[in-house]
């Protein structure tokens, strides 16, 4: 079946720049989303790229798609204590009838 | 708006009891879904219903059942719990499967312990 991956934890420190990568599997995907889960509350989009994008900037977000090697990342800017969260990574997967296919979760911890 | 509102935030539950989890979107959405979410495994999906009159199973859809009862409401119910189903349960919706360039809009979730 596809499949996303994400590593489950990363640690930056507040001011730096942190990058979260994704693998996917599904070619076929018209739409990859980036999600951010504080603790106790839901999903909540944060930015999608569209499958024919190389890169999208949405202020202190870039978003990154390598389609050859089917590779997404999420860079914050500047990062921010309140910046730490779950971050997952979603593709639309046409060989799953269009339904968005979720990564693990990346859980981001930002030190002062 | 209030977008996606799951009902109840937190149960415990017995082991063989039953309990439904209720889920209403007022985005006049067509697509809904539950998921749960485990750690280290991401969001799995148990049920989806992609318009109104249609439901269909997703990757772990046993021990569940779903009801769509309009459009604007999609309920989840367990009929003999267990353990394995204690895991944080979100509603979504969205205009379509697909998603598009909205994605899928989530619940603040329903916490269930199973004891």
């Known amino acids: 079946g596809e499949d996303v991956e994400q590593s489950l934890f990363l640690s930056v420190r507040e001011g730096d720049s942190s990058v979260i990568n994704c693998t996917y599997t599904?070619?076929?995907?018209?739409?990859l989303y980036w999600y951010k889960q504080e603790p106790g509350a839901g999903l909540q989009l944060l930015t999608y790229?569209?499958?024919?994008?190389d890169m999208k900037q949405d202020q202190r977000l870039t978003v990154l798609l390598n389609k050859k090697d089917k590779h997404l990342s999420l860079r914050i800017a500047d990062t921010q204590t309140g910046d730490s969260a779950i971050y997952f990574c979603a593709e639309s997967s046409y060989n799953q009838g269009g339904k968005l296919i979720f990564g693990q979760g990346t859980e981001l911890s930002v030190k002062p | 708006n209030a977008g996606v509102t799951q009902t109840p935030k937190f149960q415990v539950l017995k082991t063989g009891q039953s309990m439904t989890l209720q889920c209403a979107q007022d985005m006049n959405h067509n697509s809904m879904y539950w998921y749960r979410q485990d750690p280290g495994m991401g969001l799995r999906l148990i049920y989806y219903s992609a318009s109104e009159g249609t439901t269909d199973k997703g990757e772990v859809p046993n021990g569940y059942n779903v009801s769509r009862l309009n459009k604007r409401e999609f309920s989840l119910r367990l009929e003999s719990a267990a353990p394995s189903q204690t895991s944080v349960y979100f509603c979504a919706s969205s205009e379509a499967v697909g998603g598009g360039f909205d994605g899928y809009t989530f619940g603040s979730g329903t916490r269930l312990t199973v004891v």
């Open positions: 790229i569209f499958s024919n994008m």
């Open positions: 599904d070619s076929s995907s018209t739409y």
